[in-house]
């Protein structure tokens, strides 16, 4: 499902979220983040991820084998990190 909404209207619903709505939108950004800056430069390993909803956010494949990964968001408290 894509968004029918400007980037200013989504960022404006994410100012006015709750602190559960805004841990969810990280977490989606930090694994959009890593799927761009991380798996698309790895060279040998291929991104064998699966559609839906598994323990792991990421299947990265080499000669050797699979590796599952998950992304993390830095635990943080008053918003502060711990």
């Not at 499902?1 to 960022?11: E, Q």
């Not at 390993?45 to 080499?62: A, C, K, M, V």
């Not at 000669?63 to 992304?71: A, C, D, N």
């Amino acid at each position: 499902m894509k968004a029918f909404a400007t980037a200013d209207v989504i960022c404006e619903a994410i100012h006015r979220a709750s602190d559960l709505t805004i841990r969810g939108v990280r977490g989606v950004i930090a694994e959009a983040s890593f799927e761009v800056s991380v798996i698309k430069n790895l060279g040998v390993w291929r991104n064998e991820s699966l559609q839906g909803d598994h323990p792991f956010d990421f299947l990265l494949q080499d000669e050797t084998g699979p590796v599952r990964v998950q992304i993390k968001m830095q635990r943080q408290k008053a918003h502060q990190a711990m």
